[in-house]
């Protein structure tokens, strides 16, 4: 399942089209705002008006719509502070009617040449602008995301999300509004596909991708993918897929091998198997026990006693012939090092299981560490 290592989850698109029809420039909420809306019937063509004069500490944004234009308030205390006391307020360009204001107690508001600039979208991490524009429903029509906060994942801006209608009319969109308050910041739009993007983490070490498709006007999964290095596993990542279709959800997860996580005095012995390429570890973890496991193409893990090693009793036994041994439900395993004076020394593992044994040499030249030289863990039994 080559998707699930390779997928594109680790790459989001940017494609977010500005409300003017330009591209953007780039690459769980608190407290519910103050919004209020009103409906503006079109009229065509759309007269030139007089725009109100911002006041001292206002600002006028009009370059993100045909149609709408918006004045940032700023408390005058807080013109210097990273996160400001403002207000956004949109009005139609045909009228100068108010449509919508959001009052906040957190905005982040970056001025270039004193100016506030709309269209800012640098996912994930990266600055995001008050106004956001884009076809965010994908019907032709230019919707608007408007900054009410911090309340976003990791104290990342939020957004409240408005859907422009048949008449040019701002709706608010409470599910739309839900991807840009409960993930990290503001989701990306990807106008190929029809498809929204969401990102969101705990830490480091735990990483979720959404993908949604809009579906009578409202987003829906279709695609999550979780990445996760938590495991007690300390060398793998384990790697969730969940997908939605016409009859219903399925969900599967896979455990891949990191091996830059592995310490070379972890590894007591390995070899990559001559007749398939995948690789056989034999190994000490946390110092006192020792494991085994196969890793297959791409790393995937296909067999591993990890769990059992831990907190059940699983041993592995070893003789005076350099063979280290195990059984498990239906089959019996044993690691080889056996010297040849003929072939030199020889590796590998042999399979045990209904009725019959299959040998699985050894890649000479992959071999690393020895049989021979075992230290004492407590379950690894010796002879006797």
């Not at 103050?34 to 009229?43: F, K, L, N, R, T």
């Not at 100068?96 to 982040?108: A, F, P, Q, T, W």
């Not at 990191?258 to 056989?280: W, Y």
């Not at 863990?377 to 002879?383: A, C, E, F, R, S």
Request: glycine share 8%; with cysteine; aromatic share 12%.
């Amino acid at each position: 399942m080559n998707r699930l290592y390779k997928g594109s989850y680790l790459l989001l698109c940017i494609a977010l089209l500005g409300c003017n029809g330009q591209p953007a420039k780039t690459s769980a909420a608190s407290d519910t705002p103050d919004i209020s809306v009103v409906s503006e019937a079109p009229v065509s063509p759309v007269p030139s008006v007089s725009l109100p004069e911002p006041t001292s500490s206002g600002y006028k944004v009009e370059d993100f719509s045909d149609y709408y234009y918006a004045i940032v308030e700023i408390n005058p205390d807080d013109i210097e502070e990273v996160f400001s006391r403002a207000s956004v307020i949109v009005y139609s360009k045909e009228t100068g009617k108010e449509l919508i204001r959001i009052e906040s107690d957190e905005l982040g508001i970056t001025l270039r040449d004193g100016k506030v600039e709309a269209n800012v979208k640098q996912l994930p991490y990266g600055e995001q602008s008050i106004i956001i524009c884009g076809d965010f429903n994908f019907d032709g029509r230019m919707d608007i995301a408007i900054q009410d906060g911090q309340n976003s994942a990791y104290h990342g801006p939020s957004y409240q999300i408005y859907l422009q209608g048949d008449n040019r009319e701002l709706i608010h969109s409470a599910a739309f509004t839900s991807l840009a308050q409960d993930y990290l910041g503001m989701f990306d739009v990807d106008p190929e596909n029809e498809r929204l993007h969401t990102m969101t983490k705990s830490g480091c070490c735990w990483h979720q991708f959404s993908e949604f498709a809009v579906k009578n006007n409202v987003p829906e999964p279709i695609r999550v993918v979780e990445i996760n290095n938590m495991a007690d596993r300390y060398y793998t990542t384990e790697i969730t897929v969940e997908e939605w279709n016409e009859n219903g959800s399925n969900r599967e997860t896979e455990i891949f091998l990191v091996p830059e996580q592995l310490r070379e005095e972890d590894i007591l012995f390995s070899f990559t198997m001559a007749h398939n390429g995948k690789t056989v570890y034999f190994l000490s973890i946390r110092s006192d026990k020792v494991n085994y496991f196969i890793a297959g193409k791409e790393n995937r893990i296909e067999l591993d006693f990890f769990y059992e090693v831990l907190y059940e009793d699983f041993d592995f036994y070893y003789n005076e012939k350099d063979e280290v041994y195990f059984t498990t439900v239906g089959a019996n395993y044993t690691l080889y090092e056996k010297a040849d004076p003929d072939k030199g020394t020889q590796y590998g593992i042999r399979v045990k299981t209904g009725g019959k044994e299959y040998d699985y040499p050894a890649d000479p030249s992959t071999v690393k560490g020895s049989l021979s030289q075992l230290g004492t863990y407590t379950n690894l039994i010796g002879p006797g």
